[in-house]
């Protein structure tokens, strides 16, 4: 399975900013897709996370009620509004796939596929 994420960019506090990860090969109907983040000498951490089939969401509590995603299986893509923007929002911002799940991990290690990484910079 190949990520490719899109949409990083440099947006002042309070903006918005919509990421895009678009997914292609052989996925399963209790896959799941996160977003993760990674600030510089921080360590990397889950964001919100969506399973490929149902309604299952999950997110971070320091994003919750700032951030949604969401997905469109048509386009194989997943996507992560991101509102009311903090500069510690700013990080690179991964997404990744678990092909299998019973839950929408928050746990890294447990996604097998990485896209590239989108940088997000929100300025003060």
């Known amino acids: 399975v190949q990520l490719q994420a899109s949409g990083g960019g440099l947006v002042q506090a309070g903006g918005s900013l919509r990421l895009s990860c678009a997914y292609s090969g052989r996925t399963f109907s209790n896959s799941a897709i996160g977003w993760f983040r990674q600030a510089p000498g921080k360590e990397r951490e889950f964001v919100a996370g969506?399973?490929?089939?149902?309604?299952?969401?999950s997110y971070a509590d320091s994003v919750k009620g700032r951030f949604t995603i969401s997905r469109d299986n048509a386009k194989n893509t997943v996507y992560l509004q991101m509102d009311s923007l903090k500069p510690e929002d700013t990080a690179i911002y991964y997404c990744a796939l678990d092909l299998a799940v019973r839950s929408i991990s928050y746990n890294w290690k447990t996604y097998t596929s990485w896209g590239q990484g989108t940088l997000v910079t929100v300025s003060s």
């Open positions: 969506i399973r490929l089939s149902g309604t299952s969401t």
